[in-house]
């Protein structure tokens, strides 16, 4: 991902040039912020990547920042880093989606392994953000009774079956089929459950 940026928080100066330094040498595209108000004064929400950020910061710290992102819909993934994380503190930034809890002083090849996890982890998320949505929008392109078509046959049902339940002659089934699968760009009944998969919530 050409345009993935590596944002970095930290309110230690040295810590913060050491970083840039270090990632920018990895070939990371980096963007550095001394607090966490500063970067959210300056963030902009959709930009791809991921967030590397001190865990204790004066004013505002990392799992505040962690919490507020998650509330304003920002899923870039998270890295924390810190020089006296305790234990319950791991455990809650990992329940809350971070990648990983690494602690100073860092160790540079782990620090680098868990941005490229976490960059992975934006692109594969945001592929499947994308896919939802052009999912969602072929769906709606559809009529009432195509809809109803395609509830048959996703849920395994023949033809006659959905004629039967629909109250009218198999061959008109297989017209409404036809242009429910052109309209939603699938060529076996295989892809299209696999769509409708993605449009459904995930269970709980």
């Known amino acids: 991902m050409d345009s993935a940026q590596v944002t970095v928080i930290d309110d230690d100066c040295l810590v913060l040039r050491a970083l840039d330094r270090l990632l920018r040498s990895a070939g990371f595209a980096v963007q550095t912020f001394s607090s966490a108000q500063d970067f959210l004064s300056q963030r902009t929400p959709g930009v791809p990547g991921c967030v590397v950020m001190d865990l204790s910061m004066p004013g505002f710290s990392g799992l505040e ?4 992102l998650a509330e304003a819909d920002d899923c870039r993934p998270v890295v924390f880093i810190s020089g006296n994380g ?3 503190s791991s455990v809650e930034a990992m ?8 602690t ?6 782990k620090l680098i ?3 490229r996890i ?10 499947q953000r994308a896919e939802q949505t052009s999912v969602t929008e072929r769906l709606c392109a559809l009529t009432p ?10 849920s395994g049902k023949l033809n006659k079956q959905i004629a039967a339940e629909l109250g009218t002659a198999e061959k008109t089934i297989k017209v409404h089929r036809a242009r429910m699968m052109r309209k939603m760009l699938v060529d076996s009944v295989a892809e299209l459950v696999r769509l ?3 449009t459904q919530p995930p269970q709980q």
């Open 104 to 109: 100073k002083p860092l160790d540079e090849a």
């Open 95 to 102: 329940k809350a989606g971070a990648v990983d809890f690494l």
């Open 118 to 127: 976490a960059l992975d982890k934006d692109r594969s998320a945001r592929e």
């Open 65 to 68: 920042l962690q919490h507020a």
């Open 196 to 198: 409708w998969t993605v």
């Open 113 to 115: 392994g868990a941005i």
């Open 86 to 88: 305790s234990v319950p």
């Open 145 to 154: 009774r195509e809809r109803e078509v395609l509830a048959g046959v996703v």
